[in-house]
């Protein structure tokens, strides 16, 4: 749990103050919390730390991981409420994967891809020939979401619009230099793809009292 608390932390720009000052919890704390693999949190603290780190509680302990999300049951009163296009961009954060759902002459197809946000755009790097690929030149749509089994709760945000290869040199180095996340696929992968934004919208599923 440690590494991940870390992991997420970095992922997210954060030193270990700040990301104790979200959680209200102390530094020193969060430092045990990140060193002692024996570390035993109370669900109090986790739910806390999963909040200021945009994760769940569930992703934290990696629980599940082999498992796809949502099997747990409903809370008890939950509610459905839509996120301000400002919520959205702050979910959508700066790097992660996501679902790009790509048509292609046999229908579409979604497949998950590693991305960060450039100036307010989704980009990815991909290999040429893949679906990916076939996505430039064409209206997708690419999804993120967190799912919280242990409480039942969870949100998506998605994006639609056109994708469009990087091909000016000067800009596929710029994409080169600020980019986050690498493919987690490896290979050769030397196609940038950058999605601009037509619209952006959310979901949250809320329990309410909470």
């Given amino acids: 749990m440690g590494r991940r608390l870390a992991q997420r932390r970095e992922e ?28 035993a949190p109370g669900i109090g603290i986790l739910i806390r ?23 747990g049951r409903a809370a008890y009163h939950p509610e459905l409420v839509e996120l301000s296009a400002e919520e959205c961009r702050a979910r959508l954060s700066t790097h992660g994967v996501g679902r ?14 590693n991305y960060s ?14 679906e990916p690929a076939a996505a430039a030149g064409t209206e997708v749509g690419f999804e993120i979401d967190r799912i919280d089994d242990a409480l039942s709760r969870g949100w998506s945000v998605l ?7 990087v091909t000016e040199p000067d800009e596929v180095r710029r994409l080169e ?25 959310g979901r949250e599923i809320a329990v309410r009292g909470s």
Avoid: F
């Fill in 12 to 39: 997210l720009g954060l030193t270990r103050k700040e990301a104790a000052v979200r959680a209200g919890t102390a530094p020193g704390y969060l430092q045990y919390l990140e060193e002692n693999p024996a570390a």
């Fill in 49 to 71: 730390l999963a909040d200021a780190l945009q994760t769940t509680v569930a992703a934290l302990l990696g629980g599940g991981a082999e498992l796809p999300p949502g099997t």
């Fill in 100 to 113: 790009l759902a790509v048509p292609t002459p046999t229908g579409p197809v979604i497949m998950p891809v």
């Fill in 117 to 130: 946000v450039i100036d307010g755009a989704v980009v990815y790097c991909t290999a040429h020939g893949t």
């Fill in 159 to 165: 994006v639609q619009g056109h994708a469009r290869a």
């Fill in 177 to 201: 230099e600020q980019a986050y996340t690498a493919p987690w696929a490896g290979g050769e992968r030397d196609m940038w793809v950058r999605i601009e934004t037509v619209s952006i919208s």
